[in-house]
């Protein structure tokens, strides 16, 4: 079912299509990156960590052979969107979304370790600018119900020895990223910047750890989204699909 206030929006991969609520948090190019950054190998259990709508979870089971993946939202308007989004695209029997809190998925999950977890929480350290506390959008761009150790702490609990944890956040942070990462037994293994043009500062960095790994990180090549005339890099299209129009 979908809403007269909803929209449904193309994901370009493997015909699936994801609900959408503009008054909400929509996903954009973070999700995309994040799914194409992840990997999951055949076999795997893959947990996504604050999935709002569910579009970094249905882009995964799309590109990965994963054996089940599950969502874990604190907004229930979100997880009711993202469950409708997977009955639509009839992947009940691959993905579960559940409604939580992130601070307490070491409980929710019990019992139960992944091979791969992803996340792409709030941006935004709480006490950075005024913020409506009840916003839907607000809650997606800021460390208002959990803060970066709160993902990151869990992460580490649910992760299995060697399993691997992928993050999409703003480079600022990459101080604390990786303090924390270490602290919960998470060894940075990849980080790749992303740069809105090729002379610009990068706003975004890519992060993936392994639980329990040893010491050793690899910088990846820079990724640049956009030409010098505005239209997207040809990595961005390679990442988006070949069946994306952009």
């Given at each position: ?14 015909g ?78 691959k ?51 959990c ?44 980080m ?45 299209h ?9």
């Open positions: 079912m979908i809403y007269e206030h909803e929209r449904l929006d193309e994901l370009h991969r493997n699936y299509k994801l609900i959408q609520d503009p008054n909400r948090f929509c996903f954009g190019i973070d999700a995309v990156l994040l799914s194409d950054f992840a990997t999951a190998n055949e076999g795997e259990d893959v947990l996504d960590m604050g999935c709002g709508n569910g579009a970094v979870t249905i882009l995964l089971e799309a590109k990965t052979k994963a054996a089940h993946l599950y969502g874990l939202e604190i907004q229930k308007e979100n997880c009711d969107l993202a469950r409708r989004s997977v009955a639509l695209n009839e992947l009940s029997d993905i579960d979304i559940c409604c939580g809190d992130i601070c307490e998925a070491k409980e929710i999950f019990s019992g139960k370790r992944f091979d791969v977890i992803v996340t792409n929480p709030p941006y935004m350290a709480k006490g950075c600018g005024i913020v409506n506390p009840k916003d839907a959008k607000a809650i997606a761009r800021h460390e208002i119900l803060s970066l150790e709160d993902v990151i702490s869990q992460a580490g609990c649910l992760l299995r020895e060697k399993g691997r944890f992928y993050m999409i956040h703003r480079p600022y942070r990459i101080a604390s990223i990786i303090s924390l990462m270490r602290e919960y037994e998470i060894e940075p293994k990849r790749r910047l992303v740069y809105p043009y090729e002379k610009s500062e990068a706003n975004l960095v890519l992060m993936e750890g392994s639980k329990g790994g040893g010491e050793e990180m690899k910088v990846m090549p820079p990724l640049v989204v956009y030409n010098e005339d505005g239209t997207y890099s040809k990595e961005i390679e990442i988006y699909g070949e069946d994306w129009p952009g």
